[in-house]
């Protein structure tokens, strides 16, 4: 635990600092990035172009190894890369233009396709003599063990450029996002702003390649941006959480992989990344499992109100126990079940609400009025005080409502 404290506290050595804000700053762009790919509905595109990086890595190595360089120097294995990822969105958007293949069809066709030729390449590769080959399938999963100084400044600089570009195009990808149709109507340019998009998702899979490798870096995109999506139903707000649980997690996860170096980062991020979201399923207060069980619940426990209020009103028993309990709790029924004072006028006032609600629909044919009653909802929040005295002069003075026996 002390390793791991000092690694939250950047004390760890000079090397795990420097991965350890990386990370973060990966996690933040990789988040707010996939926000958009999330909102788009096109999440399955940033699948298609990790795995389309592979053949990248492939032939960038080969190329500086026969220009007599070193193969594996990070900034040409990532200029390959996304040379390749390029290549391999270009390819799905076209086969989604020139065929009646659908667009996840496309992907899945890209995907497997790239994939194999990246798997051969580095298969070929490996059977070489020179060009420092060994390490090249940490592209695969991710590895920080042999990164350098200029690596890591290098995924930590492309961060802040991805989160700088999406602060600057969140307004027109936002529009894009939600009605394309409407943003090209506004003068908006669908088409640029969706390539912004992918770019922006093409250049944090490329720079995360080195921490999550390729087969990992989607997850960094999607999940963050899903989990976010349980925290809030605006962008601005979604964009800000989700940047903050793709950096925390990427900071969290790198600090416990610096800890324990037996740990690989990547996965140890992504798994980070995925407890939260377990977390937001579970705990989110308006679209977490917990608060739908709870707000289930509260509406069961309105209906058995209003139905108890109802019966009371019209002299019928009540037998269902969870009516009779929460009539008993609300003080509206003695324990022997004879209505209170209390409980006489609650079931008066229901009744009159449901003679109005007939009498609503028999005078307004607007269903977008009368159309809104479920049985629960007060009609003062649908109708004008000077209507409901309307309703109330046609239905003549209340009716009292007796001592009945609530069992």
């Known amino acids: 635990m002390t390793g791991f404290l000092a690694a939250l506290a950047l004390q760890a050595g000079y090397n795990a600092a420097l991965v350890t804000i990386g990370a973060a700053l990966l996690g933040l762009s990789a988040g707010m990035a996939g926000s958009f790919l999330v909102l788009r509905k096109r999440a399955l595109v940033s699948d298609a172009m990790a795995h389309a990086t592979l053949p990248g890595i492939g032939v960038a190595f080969l190329v500086m190894v026969a220009l007599g360089g070193d193969g594996r120097d990070l900034p040409g294995l990532l200029i390959g890369s996304a040379a ?28 497997s396709v790239f994939f194999g030729l990246g798997v051969v390449l580095l298969t070929v590769i490996q059977s070489l003599e020179r060009g420092r080959q060994a390490g090249l399938e940490d592209f695969l999963l991710g590895a920080t063990a042999g990164m350098l100084f200029q690596d890591a400044v290098l995924i930590a600089a492309g961060g802040l450029v991805v989160v700088a570009v999406i602060l600057l195009l969140r ?100 798994l980070i990344a995925a407890g939260l979201f377990v977390l937001s399923l579970l705990l989110a207060p308006r679209r977490g499992l917990l608060a739908a069980i709870l707000a289930r619940r509260r509406f069961q426990a309105r ?60 005078m307004h044919q607007d269903t977008a009025l009368t159309g809104r009653y479920d049985g629960l909802t007060p009609i003062e929040t649908v109708f004008t005080a000077d209507q409901i005295a309307d309703f109330d002069a046609a239905l003549g003075p209340p009716q009292a409502v007796g001592g009945q026996d609530g069992r």
């Open 303 to 362: 209906v058995h109100w209003r139905q108890g209020l109802l019966s009371l009103a019209r002299a019928e028993p009540i037998h269902d126990p969870l009516t009779l309990r929460i009539l008993r709790a609300q003080g509206v029924i003695r324990p022997d079940g004879v209505a209170t004072e209390k409980g006489r006028a609650l079931a008066a006032r229901s009744l009159r609400d449901e003679r109005r609600w007939d009498l609503a629909r028999a």
């Open 171 to 270: 307004r027109p990808m936002t529009l894009v996002a939600f009605d394309p149709g409407h943003a090209a109507a506004i003068g908006v340019r669908v088409a640029r702003v969706d390539l912004a998009m992918m770019a922006l998702v093409m250049a944090v899979t490329v720079i995360g390649l080195t921490l999550v490798g390729l087969i990992l870096i989607v997850a960094l995109l999607i999940i963050p941006a899903v989990t976010a999506r349980f925290w809030s139903d605006r962008v601005e707000r979604m964009l800000w959480i989700a940047g903050a649980i793709g950096g925390g997690a990427g900071y969290l996860g790198a600090a416990l992989s610096a800890s324990a170096p037996d740990l690989p980062t990547g996965p140890i991020i992504v």
């Open 84 to 111: 390749s990822a390029l290549i391999g969105l270009v390819l799905v958007d076209w086969i989604v233009r020139r065929t009646r293949l659908a667009e996840d069809a496309a992907i899945g066709a890209v995907l």
